[in-house]
């Protein structure tokens, strides 16, 4: 009887100076795994509603958290979600899940490629 091994290869897109992003994404995403494990249970409702309110917002930036880990994995870290352009460098180190150029994607421009017209 013979076994058959199948061996899946990933094409990682990460850029040379990309690890650095990846460790801060990563180090963020445990430190709120660790919060979510350690919520305690609350014993009166106004506690309750904390707790869920404080539950749901971790849950959220873990989802954000989570897409930047796949767009970086993909080589799509740093393009606005909305418009393609790149998102500043001072906002990405402030916030690296960002997704947009703006907050609101008011400052989003579409993409033009410029070609040479002969």
């Given at each position: 009887?013979?076994?058959?091994?199948?061996?899946?290869?990933?094409?990682s897109?990460?850029?040379?100076?990309?690890?650095?992003?990846?460790?801060?994404?990563?180090s963020e995403?445990?430190?709120i795994c660790?919060?979510?494990?350690?919520e305690?249970?609350?014993?009166?409702?106004?506690g309750?509603?904390?707790?869920?309110?404080?539950?749901?917002?971790?849950?959220?930036?873990?989802?954000k958290?989570?897409?930047?880990l796949?767009?970086?994995?993909?080589?799509r870290?740093?393009?606005?979600?909305?418009?393609?352009?790149?998102i500043e460098?001072?906002?990405?180190?402030?916030?690296p899940?960002?997704?947009f150029?703006?907050?609101a994607?008011?400052?989003c421009?579409?993409?033009?490629?410029l070609q040479l017209l002969?």
């Amino acid at each position: 009887m013979s076994t058959q091994i199948n061996i899946l290869t990933v094409d990682s897109s990460v850029r040379p100076g990309d690890g650095a992003v990846w460790h801060r994404l990563h180090s963020e995403r445990e430190d709120i795994c660790e919060a979510l494990l350690k919520e305690d249970a609350p014993e009166n409702e106004a506690g309750i509603r904390a707790a869920n309110w404080h539950c749901e917002l971790l849950q959220a930036r873990l989802r954000k958290v989570d897409k930047a880990l796949d767009r970086l994995m993909t080589g799509r870290y740093g393009e606005c979600h909305k418009c393609g352009n790149w998102i500043e460098d001072t906002k990405l180190n402030f916030d690296p899940p960002s997704r947009f150029v703006s907050t609101a994607g008011d400052g989003c421009r579409p993409f033009i490629s410029l070609q040479l017209l002969v």
